[in-house]
């Protein structure tokens, strides 16, 4: 498998990065590779860091829990209010996530009480399933997500209603949630603690015209995990997950994202590739399975097998400006990546990339609904500007895509110069 690059990948992928850069990505691979940690000390030693640009990064990628355990040893290469924040934050994700464990277990068990089936995924099925093993809890999320069949969704609602749970439209209208959607929101906020949030999947991505996954059900295998008896996604299916949430996520490229694909690979060496490739292609979903293997392969150097990666049909132009934008952003991010403007352009570029085809990625965003053009552009969703530019998207967007496009072109070839 040719991923380009060769020299950079092979022994210069750290000298080939800003510093701050190169030191979030070691302490991301570290999370897959343990041995990883001990190259640390020498790193930052060698090396002049940014710490304020590091954090910046550190908390961009959703890793602040893992740096702060890999760097306490070396704190005295770290200013103090740099390493109490990184402190301070990886003992609140430690307790947010032992209390989020805890309040999935009171749900579990009002599930299975009823008799109705769901499945936790995204951070929860990881959390359940010990994906991280010993770092289980350094692995950030902020709300419990399960998925479950539609047309249960009735009985789910008084399950949530009967545990105090409300829902949280968001001051959107129903509509929106249970047509434009595929996930409705609920919110526990008891008065001694922190709130809850979960989000009842019914399915892993918004409604297209051709299904995607319909074995998933009849592929779920169980597991127990302290005395809870589980239905799992199987790793096959945890991958186009994994897969269909980068797509959609505004943060394409965080790492803690990458970190999952590359946990999930290195523990199911022995994964149905047939049946990856044959669902990617009916489902159209081979750009978006090959962007999470690339990052797998080119950021920890997971074996993947290259007849595998040929069968996916990805053309080889698309691989290419896929692999460049991975290693550009990531090992080089500017001086104002973590900036909301940037970070929209960047997921808009990605938003084209992530499909098998133009087409549909243009029809999603000309037929977006309008409360998600709305937040988009941090508009009131029903408010009387977010209407008016709403219905003069067509002559909007592509105009003032193409200019941003430029704009970042621009900006990166006068970075280069200076």
Same mark, same amino acid.
């Not at 996520?249 to 994964?271: E, H, S, V």
């Not at 105009?399 to 200076?418: H, Q, S």
């Given at each position: 498998m040719d991923?380009g ?5 092979k022994?210069?992928l ?9 030191l979030t990505?070691l302490i991301a691979?570290a999370l ?7 190259l ?5 030693s060698?090396n002049r860091?940014?710490w ?5 990064l ?7 829990p ?16 740099e390493?109490?924040?990184l402190?301070r ?9 032992i209390n989020?464990?805890g309040?999935?277990?009171k ?14 995924i995204k951070?929860?099925a ?15 999320m902020?709300?419990?997500d399960?998925?479950?069949k539609k047309e249960?969704l ?6 949530m ?6 829902e ?5 209208n ?6 434009d959607n595929?996930h409705?929101p609920f919110?526990? +906020?008891p008065a ?5 949030n979960?989000e009842i ?7 297209r015209?051709?299904?995607?996954l319909?074995d998933?059900w009849n592929?779920?295998?169980r597991?127990?995990t302290e005395g809870?008896?589980l239905?799992?996604?199987s790793?096959?299916?945890s991958l186009f997950?994994?897969a269909?949430?980068q797509?959609?996520?505004g ?8 970190c999952d ?8 060496p022995a994964l149905?590739?047939?049946?990856i490739i044959?669902a +990617?292609?009916?489902?159209d979903m081979?750009a978006?399975?090959y ?6 392969k080119l ?7 290259h007849?595998?990666?040929?069968e996916?049909?990805?053309?080889r ?6 692999k460049r934008h ?18 929209k352009?960047?997921?808009l570029k990605s938003?084209?990339?992530l ?9 999603m965003i000309?037929?977006i ?11 009131r969703a ?20 193409i200019?941003n ?13 200076i």
């Amino acid at each position: 498998m040719d991923y380009g690059y060769s020299g950079m990948l092979k022994n210069n992928l750290f000298k080939s990065a800003v510093p701050e850069a190169g030191l979030t990505l070691l302490i991301a691979k570290a999370l897959i590779e343990d041995n990883k940690r001990d190259l640390i000390g020498n790193f930052i030693s060698s090396n002049r860091i940014n710490w304020k640009k590091f954090s910046q990064l550190i908390f961009y990628h959703e890793l602040y829990p893992f740096a702060y355990s890999c760097l306490k040893k070396h704190s005295n290469y770290l200013p103090a209010k740099e390493l109490e924040l990184l402190e301070r934050h990886h003992y609140a994700c430690v307790k947010g996530l032992i209390n989020l464990w805890g309040e999935f277990q009171k749900i579990s068990a009002a599930f299975r009480n009823k008799n109705l089936d769901f499945i936790p995924i995204k951070g929860l099925a990881y959390l359940a399933n010990s994906l991280y093993k010993d770092n289980a809890y350094l692995r950030p999320m902020c709300d419990l997500d399960i998925l479950i069949k539609k047309e249960m969704l009735p009985e789910a609602r008084k399950i949530m209603a009967d545990l105090e749970y409300r829902e949280n439209l968001l001051e959107l209208n129903q509509c929106y949630w249970e047509e434009d959607n595929y996930h409705l929101p609920f919110r526990r +906020a008891p008065a001694e603690d922190n709130a809850f949030n979960l989000e009842i999947h019914w399915a892993l991505d918004y409604t297209r015209k051709k299904p995607i996954l319909p074995d998933l059900w009849n592929r779920i295998y169980r597991y127990e995990t302290e005395g809870t008896d589980l239905c799992l996604l199987s790793p096959e299916d945890s991958l186009f997950c994994l897969a269909l949430h980068q797509r959609r996520f505004g943060k394409i490229l965080c790492l803690k994202n990458a970190c999952d694909t590359a946990r999930l690979l290195k523990n199911n060496p022995a994964l149905d590739w047939g049946y990856i490739i044959k669902a +990617a292609r009916s489902g159209d979903m081979r750009a978006s399975v090959y962007f999470i293997l690339a990052q797998a392969k080119l950021l920890f150097d997971i074996e993947i097998g290259h007849s595998m990666i040929d069968e996916l049909r990805v053309p080889r132009y698309k691989k290419m400006i896929l692999k460049r934008h991975i290693l550009e952003n990531i090992l080089n991010p500017g001086p104002n990546f973590t900036h909301e403007e940037n970070l929209k352009l960047l997921f808009l570029k990605s938003h084209f990339l992530l499909y098998d085809n133009l087409i549909e990625p243009v029809r999603m965003i000309l037929n977006i609904p309008r409360e998600q053009f709305a937040k988009f552009y941090g508009l009131r969703a029903y408010g009387r500007k977010a209407a008016f530019l709403y219905n003069l998207r067509y002559l909007i967007f592509i105009p003032l895509f193409i200019f941003n496009l430029f704009l970042g072109m621009f900006r990166k070839k006068e970075k280069a110069l200076i």
